[in-house]
């Protein structure tokens, strides 16, 4: 059964009784092959596999579609979080705020960076930041005294931008910088904007399961400053100046591939397509789940990028084992909060954080890619009320 929006017609739809992916890559590659093939014998011809002339085509073409000011590719998504706050000048004593429950990147890049993460309780609804509690947290952090509140990181989880609204009116007020964690969520939108263009500064990854990824690690910081853009140049090479060879300020290694550029700018000539088909599946999982089960809420003028797309499922152990005796596969992001996490356990005492414990126990991601068929996502739902109801 095919789907009614026109762009969907401009990719392949997998038959109804094709195995369920999570995620379908190959389906993807198998229509831009020839082109990443003539792509990767160009480098291979120019030998700049490092920083090349794709790489300088990728931050331009990714600045012209989000528009961002500036593109500055990195090695990781990981790396396109540290940077910034290396840039910022976090150091002992800073404190970064972030959401509990994320990917556990959020908080190493604060650690790495030499600040401290404050950890942020969730809206229940969206999974992202909770405003509210972002206020509590910052005003607790300044009547203690030891730490000194410098940054918001807010993360996009499972595609939704978070209320940067609300974040960014809580900045101002306490003239804090924000950087957009995006890596989930390329191609969504608030208010009109695109995520790479709505916080000041945004970071993404091109982890390949991402909705815009490439075949390896990478990233890219998505900026409204040029000069901080300039600054990031420098620090992913080492911190030098522009002959690569005198350190003129504290860096590291986050140069990217140009091959990673090169599949992620394949990509991109499929990307209106493939957006335009998550967001098609998605209404029909919402038309489906509605009133049956908890799904992730939108604010007024935002647009999920639905890079998953992520349910509350009591007995979501069971749930996912029926599930997966349908031959239907499913994904749990994440099973545990940050602060539940050894390595960050000295940031918050267990049962702190209620939303991002309950999210922990209870979120289930369901198969999203633009090659779903009606049919498929039809039969994830079947078994998953079926399951929900047994």
């Given at each position: 059964m095919a789907f009614s929006d026109p762009q969907s017609t401009d990719l392949i739809e997998l038959p109804d009784d094709a195995p369920i992916q999570l995620f379908d890559l190959k389906t993807q590659q198998a229509l831009i092959r020839p082109a990443l093939e003539q792509r990767w014998i160009d480098i291979l011809d120019h030998g700049r596999f490092i920083g090349g002339p794709e790489v300088t085509e990728c931050e331009a073409k990714l600045a012209e579609v989000t528009g961002a000011t500036d593109v500055v590719a990195v090695g990781s998504g990981t790396q396109a979080l540290v940077m910034p706050l290396l840039a910022m000048g976090i150091a002992e004593g800073d404190a970064v705020f972030i959401p509990g429950f994320t990917y556990n990147a959020t908080a190493n890049a604060v650690l790495l960076s030499g600040g401290y993460p404050v950890i942020v309780d969730i809206d229940p609804a969206t999974f992202n930041m909770d405003p509210a509690d972002l206020v509590r947290k910052i005003e607790t952090v300044k009547a203690e005294g030891k730490l000194t509140p410098r940054a918001i990181m807010p993360v996009d989880l499972y595609g939704l931008p978070a209320d940067y609204s609300a974040i960014q009116a809580v900045a101002d007020a306490h003239d804090l910088r924000v950087i957009a964690d995006g890596a989930q969520a390329f191609g969504g939108k608030d208010q009109g904007r695109w995520v790479g263009n709505i916080a000041e500064i945004t970071a993404t990854s091109f982890y390949p399961t991402k909705s815009l990824g490439g075949y390896g690690d990478?990233?890219?910081?998505?900026?409204?400053?040029?000069?901080?853009?300039?600054?990031?140049?420098?620090?992913?090479?080492?911190?030098?100046?522009?002959?690569?060879?005198?350190?003129?300020?504290?860096?590291?290694?986050?140069?990217?591939?140009?091959?990673?550029?090169?599949?992620?700018?394949?990509?991109?000539?499929?990307?209106?397509?493939?957006?335009?088909?998550?967001?098609?599946?998605?209404?029909?999982?919402?038309?489906?789940?509605?009133?049956?089960?908890?799904?992730?809420?939108?604010?007024d003028g935002q647009e999920n990028g639905y890079g998953l797309y992520t349910v509350r499922v009591p007995n979501r152990d069971n749930v996912r084992a029926k599930l997966s005796e349908a031959g239907i596969p499913s994904g749990i992001y994440y099973d545990m909060a940050i602060h539940q996490m050894p390595a960050f356990a000295h940031l918050a005492e267990p049962g702190s954080l209620p939303n991002c414990e309950a999210a922990a126990d209870v979120s289930l991601s369901l198969p999203m890619h633009p090659y779903l068929s009606e049919g498929q996502i039809h039969k994830v739902c079947d078994t998953l009320l079926a399951a929900i109801e047994a």
């Open positions: 990478g990233g890219a910081i998505l900026c409204q400053d040029k000069d901080f853009a300039e600054r990031m140049r420098s620090i992913r090479w080492h911190g030098t100046g522009d002959n690569r060879k005198e350190s003129v300020r504290v860096g590291i290694n986050g140069r990217c591939d140009s091959i990673q550029c090169a599949v992620v700018l394949e990509k991109l000539t499929l990307f209106d397509a493939e957006r335009a088909r998550r967001i098609a599946a998605a209404a029909v999982y919402h038309e489906r789940l509605s009133g049956k089960i908890d799904l992730q809420v939108a604010l």
